[in-house]
């Protein structure tokens, strides 16, 4: 029995913060981040902070769009956590709120986000989502 235990393989990656912090960035990028799941949006905030990127962070929607409409952002990402039709209407709003292009996070399987600007499949690793947001950062410059 002990011997399949240590078979098992995790999903945990450990992503090299200091080679990609903080002089990636000359200027600070302030993304708005949205998701419902606490544990996912601290995650994200650490990794996205981490590299440089100025994150503001938001589990509740309301709050985030008061954010969004009076501060400026460089990029909104919208978590998978946040049910499809909730999403709609989130960037429906968003969309009348900011000029910031949207990234979307999903999961495999669920329908896309009609309107996001850019689409990331959340069963990606963290460096991967990392990469694209740096490369979304870095071509709206």
């Not at 949205?34 to 309301?62: C, I, K, N, P, W």
């Not at 960037?91 to 689409?119: I, K, M």
Request: hydrophobic residues 40%.
């Amino acid at each position: 029995m002990a011997a399949k235990a240590d078979e098992r393989k995790t999903n945990f990656e450990i992503v090299p913060i200091p080679d990609l912090a903080p002089d990636r960035f000359p200027c600070r990028h302030r993304v708005l981040s949205l998701s419902y799941d606490e544990s996912l949006a601290r995650t994200r905030d650490m990794l996205l902070s981490a590299a440089g990127v100025d994150v503001a962070t938001y589990t509740d929607l309301q709050r985030a769009l008061q954010a969004c409409r009076a501060e400026d952002f460089d990029l909104i990402v919208i978590g998978h956590s946040i049910p499809t039709h909730e999403r709609r209407k989130l960037l429906e709003e968003v969309r009348r709120s900011c000029a910031a292009p949207v990234l979307a996070l999903q999961r495999h399987g669920d329908t896309p986000l009609f309107g996001a600007d850019y689409v990331f499949d959340a069963s990606q690793s963290p460096a991967q989502l990392l990469e694209t947001v740096m490369h979304v950062l870095e071509s709206t410059k």
